[in-house]
């Protein structure tokens, strides 16, 4: 009908042009209308414009859209007709078909990064746990992964299926399989997103917008291929609110988990701007050339907004607990920013860069505080709940030291990202001074945590036999043994040796020295049975009290073995050797007391036999 139009080239200012104008307004609109009219009725047999192979299946359509595009050009009626209001509204709903038109048309197939990456299977798997581990009872649930496919889940009696064999996951009576699994997944470096077919048809919907004048509403119809990835966000949140959603029974889903998903969405999403920018700007794209920056600055522009929103949604938590997570999601979105502000220009690259920095600025003050936060739990002796005072640890490894310990673990493989949060400057400072990098926190983890083992050694001696030292000994080498490897500088290690050594000398003094001291007392009066009796005595209480004690440490154990060995026998040997009428009455020889004496710290504490 356009076509048509444009040949004749009549003039439709005349009354007769007018009239012919208005009679092809009405088929026109009629089209238009009656189209609306049954997609809204959710009549399938409708046909949109084009296909999914970019194949024109609704010409009269076309034509109809063509016709008010025309008329629009051509300037047929005044505006303020009534022949110019429906004209005007014609134009409106045609647009609206052409956006809906781009919005089925399949520009980038998503489907391959999915499957490459597994974010299919991560997507699919922690729905249905999510769903399970809630108890939902409700009718299906459909994900959809792609315009073509869908996995519908059934809980309780129902069936669960996928679009393919190989993508079957079952969960029943295990804890279901996280974000975590697929992290680690090299992501293909070559994509192709891009569907070549349909480039056609964006520069026919491009060219008919432009003639209508409707450029703007083109550039705000979004494009849902990064949807796809973003969805793993939205099992657990609202993307338009940041608002966590409670799933009752669901204990395996906590903020850790929703935390795993955006670093996986942010890899996802960072990957895939990059190659669709490459491969838009390979093509040549007809009219739709004028818009294809626009384009992909309005998609990264939404993308970006949604992972920005969800990472600042955790810059004012404050958990300890959250200490590792949130450190992460620093790290991700400071090496994500290259891919992710790459599509913009000018003003637009300025403002987003500008808000991914307010985000790290406000996550790193966050971080800062939860430093401050872990280095005054273990100051006040505080981990997990348990107190300093915990009962049944004996001799062996505080649950402190070990808290402390897997933290410092914990934060060696992020030393990077904090040494560049404790050096900055805004944001506030850590609750001790000088701490300006990761081995300056280090040192205060320890540091804070020595005073409570020397308070918690203090109750140990009450016990009495060197279980003071030998606590000691066994928590400051427990320390020495996790953190020597990560400290810079063999300074501290130097010192923390000299500490271990000088416990292991205290423990021998007090536990064993008295043991010996049995021998050593006779001075110059005879030897006699009872001597040999009395340092049994103190062999055998010595060696009930310290045999169950627990050193994990295999180095440090053999040293004490030896160190005890060394004192105790040595004497016993000599004493035998110089009163050689007591040794057929001797109940040990040298080589039994030592065999007995190697058996020392290889059982359980008074936490092992509990357990």
């Known amino acids: 009908m356009g076509a048509a139009a444009g040949k004749d080239g009549r003039d439709f200012t005349s009354s007769a042009g007018t009239t012919r104008a208005e009679d092809r307004l009405a088929v026109a609109e009629h089209v238009i209308v009656e189209f609306g009219r049954r997609r809204m009725s959710g009549d399938r047999n409708t046909l949109g414009i084009w296909d999914a192979q970019a194949t024109c299946t609704n010409k009269s359509l076309l034509a109809a859209v063509d016709e008010i595009v025309f008329l629009k050009e051509m300037q047929a009626f005044p505006m303020a007709t009534a022949a110019g209001r429906r004209m005007d509204g014609a134009l409106r709903d045609a647009m609206s078909h052409l956006m809906e038109e781009l919005l089925s048309l399949r520009v980038w197939e998503g489907s391959q990064l999915e499957r490459r990456s597994g974010l299919r299977f991560a997507i699919e798997k922690l729905s249905i746990s999510m769903t399970m581990a809630a108890g939902v009872s409700s009718p299906a649930l459909v994900f959809l992964t792609d315009s073509s496919t869908a996995s519908t889940v059934r809980t309780n009696t129902e069936e669960v299926s996928f679009s393919t064999i190989d993508e079957l996951c079952t969960s029943s009576g295990s804890q279901p399989a996280g974000p975590d699994d697929f992290l680690d997944r090299k992501f293909p470096d070559e994509l192709d997103l891009i569907c070549p077919g349909s480039l056609s048809v964006l520069h026919d919907i491009s060219l008919r917008v432009i003639r209508a004048g409707y450029t703007k509403e083109l550039l705000q ?52 701007l990059v190659a669709m920018q490459m491969q838009l700007h390979a093509q040549s794209n007809g009219a739709f050339d004028r818009f294809k920056d626009e384009y992909l600055m309005a998609i990264a522009k939404r993308s970006t907004f949604i992972l ?74 505080i981990s997990s709940g348990t107190q300093t005072t915990t009962r049944g640890v004996g001799a062996g490894i505080h649950p402190l030291t070990r808290y402390t310990m897997a933290y410092v673990e914990s934060l060696a493989p992020h030393c990077g990202a904090l040494d560049l949060i404790l050096k900055s400057k805004s944001g506030g400072t850590c609750s001790a001074e000088g701490i300006d990098s990761f081995d300056d926190l280090v040192s205060e983890l320890i540091a804070s945590l020595e005073p409570n083992l020397e308070e918690i050694s203090a109750l140990r001696g009450t016990q009495g ?10 928590n400051t080498s427990y320390v020495l043994q996790h953190a020597a490897s990560l400290l810079r500088g063999d300074k501290w290690v130097t010192r923390c040796q000299g500490q271990v050594m000088q416990h292991m000398t205290d423990y021998i003094e007090a536990s064993w020295a008295p043991v010996v001291a049995c021998l050593e ?70 080589e039994s007391l030592a065999a007995l004496l190697s058996e020392l710290f290889e059982g359980e504490d008074g936490e092992g036999r509990r357990s």
């Open 521 to 590: 007392a006779t001075g110059t009066g005879k030897p006699t049975v009872k001597i040999l009796a009395k340092f049994n005595s103190a062999l055998e209480k010595a060696y009930s009290s310290h045999a169950r004690c627990k050193v994990p440490d295999p180095a440090l154990r053999e040293a004490l073995q030896k160190a005890v060995s060394d004192k105790v026998v040595a004497v016993y040997d000599t004493y035998l050797l110089k009163h050689p009428k007591l040794q057929k009455s001797a109940k040990y020889t040298a």
């Open 308 to 381: 920005l929103r969800f990472a600042d949604g955790f810059t004012s938590t404050h958990s300890v607990e959250k200490l590792i997570n949130v450190l992460e999601m620093y790290e991700v979105l400071g090496s994500a920013v290259p891919s992710l502000i790459q599509v913009f220009t000018g003003q637009r690259k300025e403002l987003i860069s500008r808000q991914v920095e307010v985000v790290l600025a406000k996550l790193a003050r966050a971080l800062k505080v939860m430093v401050s936060s872990l280095i005054t739990k273990i100051r006040t002796g």
């Open 221 to 272: 119809t979004p494009c849902d291929v990064l949807d796809r990835f973003l969805s793993i966000l939205k099992e657990g949140c609202s993307l338009e609110t940041n608002e966590a959603i409670s799933y009752e029974n669901a204990e395996w889903w906590t903020a850790e988990d929703m935390i795993r998903r955006w670093i996986l969405a942010t890899k996802l999403v960072g990957k895939a």
């Open 465 to 474: 036999g060197g279980m003071q030292h030998l606590f000691l000994a066994n």
